[in-house]
Structures are given as C-alpha cells and as structure tokens.
C-alpha cells in the first residue's frame, strides 16, 4: 500500500489539473458563445448567396462561361484539411486527420495529392509525411478574419484555374452542437452546379446590372471566398465545443479519482494509526 505522502502527493497533483481544466472549460464556453455567433450569422448569408448564384446562373442561358465549374479529370488533386493551433479537445483534429488520410488512400487513390492545411496540427501532422505540403496559410487562426482566410481560397482558385489542380476538397469538421461535430469531406473546385428547374428559376426575377455575365463573374468568386471562410468558421466552432466537452469531461474524472485517491488516503491512514496503537499496547503489556 501507498504511504501517507504518496498519496497526498497525488492528491495535490489531481487538484491542481482539475483546476487547469475547469478554467480552460470556462475559458472555451466563453470563446464558443462568439465563433457560435459568428457561424450562426454567417450560415444565412452564405446560403442566400449561393441562391441567388443559381439562380443567376440558371437563367443565364450560357451568358457566362464560368472557370471555376469546368471539369477535367481528376489527376491532380488538393485537400484542405482545416484542423485546430492547439490540442486537448478530444478527437476533434484525428478526425479530420483519418478523415483525410481514408480520402486519399480512397477516393484519391493513384491521383497526385498535395495538402494545404489550415491549422497547426494539420501542418505538424503532414509536413512529416510524403506528401508535398503547402505551409503559406496554416497560420490562419492566429489572427481569424476573412482577409486571412481569402488569401488561401485565392491561392486555390487560382491554382486550379491556372491547372494545377483538377480538383479542390475541403476537409473540416460542421459545427451541429457543443458535444457534436461532423466531418465533411466537401467539393470545392470545380464548382458543383444544382440541378435548378425552370419553377425554381423563376421564383426571383432580378434585375442585373450592368450585365448578368458581369453580375455571374463577380458572385462566383465572392460566393467561393464565403464557402471556405464559412469552413473555417464551422471548424473553429467546433474547436472550442470539442475542447469545452474534453475539459468537462476531464474535470468529472478528476473529481472520480479524487475520491478515491482520499478515500485510500484515509484508509492508509487509518492503517498506520491502527499499527502504532498495537505498537503501544504491546510495548505496555511487555513492561507489564
């Protein structure tokens, strides 16, 4: 059995992490309330803008060629893992992680692959293996604005209008509540086009000007730049849920294993006492 310092020892050291994790709790409900906000704001506008881009695109009778929706086959191939600068959030960066790795050994099989990865451990993770690795952007949640997050949705979209890609995925996890996160695998490039019918054409008669072609070239990438931003918006949303149940989760634990690292305390206590008054009673009855 433990002796007494042991044991309190461990006691002390199990107090002090649950005081680490119930304030990095507090710290990401905080930090959850704002990027919630922000992707619940966000979802609306990105939705309707991608209305209205369909709506645009369908009636305008082939008025616009648009790039970024030409299909070639798939030879070379980018994926945009978006994970987390930092851990302790459960298995919120694995699963991005897997969820890339299944993707290329999948569906990806064969292809020439390259990452970008938005995110530290994404960077951390795939600069080790064999794939080349673009490290231009992975910095973004440093400093978390749309500006930031434009310039990698740029750098893909010119890339794959300049061919050096065939294809663009998107890789993060969907913000759905505090203990749920999805991952996505989504097509970025080329641009998947709906499949809109003439009834669903003609609910909005807009007017366009100067020109619905001009109109078209100017949505398209607006409405690309909103898609990753929004990725990345649902991922650092996700992030803080994920971190907030794994600090939860690991300050109930704490307290678990706080019980019965007292309840031991007190019996080894309890021993030692028990030891040292058999020690008396038998000195007393030798002397007697």
Same mark, same amino acid.
Do not use: W
């Given at each position: 059995? *433990?002796?007494?310092?042991?044991?309190?020892?461990?006691?002390?050291?199990?107090?002090?992490?649950?005081?680490?994790?119930?304030?990095?709790?507090? =710290?990401?409900?905080?930090?959850?309330?704002?990027?919630?906000?922000?992707?619940?704001?966000?979802?609306?506008?990105?939705?309707?803008?991608?209305?209205? %881009?369909?709506?645009?695109?369908?009636?305008?009778?082939?008025?616009?060629?648009?790039? !970024?929706?030409?299909?070639?086959?798939?030879?070379?191939?980018?994926?945009?893992?978006?994970?987390? #600068?930092?851990?302790?959030?459960? *298995? @919120?960066?694995?699963?991005?992680?897997?969820?890339?790795? *299944?993707?290329?050994?999948?569906?990806? *099989?064969?292809?020439?692959?390259? +990452?970008?990865?938005? &995110?530290?451990?994404?960077?951390?993770?795939?600069?080790? /293996?064999?794939? $080349?690795?673009? /490290?231009? @952007? !992975?910095?973004? @949640?440093?400093?978390?604005?749309?500006?930031?997050?434009?310039?990698?949705?740029? !750098?893909?979209?010119?890339?794959? =209008?300049? &061919? #050096?890609?065939?294809?663009?995925?998107?890789?993060?996890?969907?913000?759905?509540?505090?203990?749920?996160?999805?991952?996505?695998?989504?097509?970025?490039?080329?641009?998947?086009?709906?499949?809109?019918?003439?009834?669903?054409?003609?609910?909005?008669?807009?007017? %366009?000007? $100067?020109?619905?072609? !001009? +109109?078209?070239?100017?949505?398209? $990438?607006? /409405? %690309?730049? +909103?898609? =990753?931003?929004?990725?990345?918006?649902? /991922?650092?949303?996700?992030?803080?849920?994920?971190?907030?149940?794994?600090?939860?989760?690991?300050?109930?634990?704490? &307290?678990?294993?706080?019980?019965?690292?007292?309840?031991?305390?007190?019996?080894?206590?309890?021993?030692?006492?028990?030891?040292?008054?058999?020690?008396? =009673?038998? &000195?007393?009855?030798?002397?007697?």
């Amino acid at each position: 059995m *433990a002796n007494l310092k042991e044991v309190k020892e461990r006691i002390n050291s199990v107090v002090s992490t649950q005081q680490i994790t119930k304030a990095m709790k507090m =710290v990401s409900a905080a930090k959850l309330r704002r990027a919630q906000d922000k992707i619940v704001q966000m979802r609306p506008y990105s939705q309707k803008l991608t209305n209205i %881009l369909n709506n645009v695109s369908a009636a305008s009778e082939g008025a616009a060629d648009i790039v !970024y929706a030409e299909k070639r086959e798939a030879k070379k191939v980018l994926l945009i893992p978006v994970t987390s #600068d930092k851990g302790l959030c459960g *298995a @919120f960066n694995t699963n991005i992680i897997k969820a890339t790795n *299944a993707a290329i050994k999948g569906q990806f *099989a064969g292809k020439d692959i390259t +990452i970008l990865p938005l &995110g530290k451990k994404a960077f951390e993770y795939y600069k080790k /293996s064999s794939l $080349p690795v673009i /490290s231009d @952007f !992975y910095q973004v @949640f440093l400093d978390l604005n749309f500006d930031n997050v434009r310039q990698a949705a740029e !750098y893909a979209m010119n890339s794959f =209008v300049a &061919g #050096d890609y065939d294809q663009v995925y998107l890789v993060f996890n969907e913000f759905k509540n505090v203990a749920t996160q999805i991952v996505r695998t989504e097509q970025f490039l080329p641009m998947a086009k709906e499949e809109t019918t003439e009834e669903k054409t003609a609910e909005v008669d807009y007017i %366009l000007e $100067p020109s619905r072609a !001009y +109109i078209i070239e100017e949505l398209v $990438p607006t /409405s %690309l730049k +909103i898609q =990753v931003y929004k990725a990345v918006l649902e /991922s650092n949303a996700s992030e803080h849920g994920a971190r907030m149940t794994a600090m939860d989760k690991a300050t109930e634990n704490a &307290g678990e294993l706080l019980k019965e690292l007292r309840l031991m305390y007190n019996r080894t206590r309890q021993a030692a006492i028990t030891n040292e008054i058999l020690e008396i =009673v038998a &000195g007393a009855e030798a002397l007697g």
